[in-house]
Structures are given as structure tokens and as C-alpha cells.
Nanobody
Framework: QLQASGGGLVQSGGSLRLSCAAS????????IGWFRQAPGKEREWVAC????????SYADSVKGRFTISRDNAESTVNLQMSSLKPEDTAVYYC???????????????????WGQGTLVTVSS
């Protein structure tokens, strides 16, 4: 099971940290991805963390502003979001996949398990 948390209301330019809580086994053997879905839009890949080698990847729209990382002590994969923009407003989801192929980690259908989503609202 995955549980996403940390969403909220923040002003443009502000920061938030989202957390995806998972079992240690999940974090050891699954890649974790963050996705978001804004009203009326398709689910969009944001970032991913590969358990196999610790590599990370980001969508161009968030590169340089968001950082994905793993916290072993808390058994979470976190998404630190900075310089937030109104267009970052969405429900953010974390998901897990056993796939280790980087090119597949951007595709929602590659993921087997999904968290419940946490709402991020960025005001202008």
C-alpha cells in the first residue's frame, strides 16, 4: 500500500514536500513515481525514483524545481517542490512499479500500485 501526504495551499513561489509512505520491501524492489492530474487534464508524470540504482528522472516542466528522494528512516519517497507555480496545481499521486526500465517509468499504465492522491493548490 502507498499513502501520499503533504499537499496543501501555497502561494506562487512557495514550497511543499509531498511524502509517499510505503513498506521497506516496496521501496527496495519497486520504482516509485509521482504523477499529477489537474482538473480536466490527463494524468501527467512528474518524477520517478528507481530502487535498482537510486537514479531519478524528472519531467521537463518540473526539472530544477522538484527533487525526488528516498528516506529510509521514514520509509518514504519524498517530492520536494520549490518555486511552485499556479500551473503546478493538481492532485498528486505516488505509484509503484517493479519495472526497472527507465523509459517505462513515465507511463501510468506501467505502475501496479497507486496511492490515494494529495491535493496541491498554488495560488497566484
Amino acid at each position: 500500500q502507498l499513502q501520499a501526504s503533504g499537499g496543501g495551499l501555497v502561494q506562487s513561489g512557495g514550497s511543499l514536500r509531498l511524502s509517499c509512505a510505503a513498506s521497506r520491501r516496496t521501496l527496495d524492489y519497486y520504482a516509485i513515481g509521482w504523477f499529477r492530474q489537474a482538473p480536466g487534464k490527463e494524468r501527467e508524470w512528474v518524477a520517478c525514483f528507481s530502487s535498482s540504482d537510486g537514479s531519478t528522472s524528472y519531467a521537463d516542466s518540473v526539472k530544477g524545481r522538484f527533487t525526488i528522494s528516498r528516506d529510509n528512516a521514514e520509509s518514504t519517497v519524498n517530492l520536494q517542490m520549490s518555486s511552485l507555480k499556479p500551473e503546478d496545481t493538481a492532485v498528486y499521486y505516488c505509484a509503484a512499479t517493479p519495472s526497472g526500465i527507465l523509459s517505462t517509468l513515465r507511463i501510468p499504465s506501467s505502475y501496479e500500485h497507486w496511492g490515494q492522491g494529495t491535493l496541491v493548490t498554488v495560488s497566484s
